[in-house]
Every structure is written in C-alpha cells, then in structure tokens.
C-alpha cells in the first residue's frame, strides 16, 4: 500500500534562517506531487505541484520554493523565512494524468516563524 | 477557472441531529468533486468523491454527498450527527483538462457537534 511522509511535525524558526520540510510517498511511482500551504481560516493554497523528477510548477509567486530530486521525494525550501510563512504546510501525491483521483496527504508540518 | 465556494465557515449542530455542509463549485468542464476531513493537526483525510459517475455518492462514517449540475452544488449530508464528526470540513474540485490532479479547496467548514 502506498504511504506519504512528511517531517518534522512542528517546527520553530526564526526570521531570516533557512527552511527545509521533506516529503517522501512510498509505494507507488512517479506520482504528482504538491505542496499546500494551510493559514488560519483561510483553506488550502496550492503553493507547488510537480508531474515529474525536476518538474516544478509554482502557482502563487512567494518566498519559497520546491524541489523533486527523485521521484518520490518533494522537498519545500527556503532561504530567508519571513513571518508570513507561518502556517500549515501539507504534502501530498495523487496518481499520475488521473484528474478524476483522489489526493493523499501527509500528516503536516505546523511551521511557526518568530 | 474552478473555484468552490463553502458557506458558512463555522457549522453547529446537536447530537443526532441532520449534517448539512453547503459546496457550491464554478467549472466550465464537468468536474471532479470531492469532501475532505481534517482533524486538529493533521492531513486531510477523503470522505468521498465524485468523478461522474452516480450522482448520490456515499462515503466513509456515514456521510453521503449528491452532486447537482443545476445547482452547481455538492453538499455533505449525515443523517444523524456524531461527536467524532467535530472536525473541520474542505469541499474541493479537481482540474480533469491538464490531468495535474490539481486539487482547488473552498474554505473549510468547522463542525461542532452539540452534545
């Protein structure tokens, strides 16, 4: 069966250092990956997607950015956290050119930027 | 563009009484729908799906959504509401054109259960 991981769970960070939060799917191949990006009543907001290894697509034009080295691997970085950053971050993966399926989702990273 | 639209953020309903979540979507191609479940603190979990089949889906822990071209509307139901059923609720529509498997999310819905 196939498994999303994302770490760490909670982080604390000050202004201005680097940010880093990893996701790995296990079980399943070439998977789309995304990035969401959960603030306090205000849903979800897609931040990345990508189709394929070093396949980035950005939707919302921001402090941070993503990457895929491997397949099953999506990495959210940044280098200079801003306050705004704060919030929920979510990973997750659905199964390739299927629009019509379902996505998976990590457990989450709560990211509190001070 | 697709968009969904919840209303009403906050939801409050008693013990046994009907779960009614409101999602209204914008698509100019017919569309995916879905309902997720998110828990304090955690991922966001499927309750059920639309994907042009049956119009009345059925999903997990007895919710159940109808899917009304109409009405652009796919609102959650459950006859009778339990206290697990606190939690917050996101409506979402897929973008079937690209196959991205996009996900775009109303707002979310907050859930008390009345005891």
């Known amino acids: 069966s196939q498994t999303i991981h994302q770490w760490p769970a909670t982080l604390v960070q000050p202004v201005g250092s680097p940010l880093s939060l990893e996701c790995t799917v296990e079980?399943?191949?070439?998977?789309?990956l995304y990035w969401y990006r959960q603030a306090a009543g205000r849903g979800l907001q897609l931040l990345f997607y990508?189709?394929?290894?070093?396949?980035i697509s950005s939707e919302v034009p921001q402090n941070l950015s993503a990457s895929r080295p491997q397949d099953r691997q999506f990495i959210l970085s940044s280098k200079k956290l801003l306050l705004s950053d704060s919030g929920f971050y979510l990973c997750?993966?659905?199964?390739?050119?299927?629009?019509?399926?379902?996505?998976?989702f990590g457990q989450g990273t709560r990211l509190t930027v001070v | 563009a697709q968009s969904v639209t919840q209303l009403g953020s906050h939801v409050s309903v008693s013990e046994g009484a009907l779960v009614l979540l409101r999602c209204n979507y914008s698509s100019s191609v017919p569309p995916y729908l879905f309902w997720y479940v998110q828990y304090p603190n955690q991922g966001l979990q499927l309750l059920l799906k639309y994907t042009s089949a049956a119009t009345l889906v059925k999903g997990i822990n007895g919710f159940e959504a109808e899917f009304k071209k109409s009405e652009t509307s796919f609102h959650l139901t459950k006859p009778s509401a339990h206290m697990s059923d606190a939690a917050e609720y996101f409506c979402?529509?897929?973008?079937?054109?690209?196959?991205?498997?996009?996900?775009?999310f109303g707002q979310g819905t907050t859930l008390q259960v009345k005891p």
């Open positions: 997750a993966w659905t199964k390739t050119g299927q629009g019509r399926t379902e996505a998976f």
């Open positions: 990508s189709v394929g290894i070093g396949q």
């Open positions: 979402a529509v897929s973008t079937p054109l690209h196959n991205t498997g996009k996900l775009i």
């Open positions: 079980g399943t191949s070439n998977p789309n």
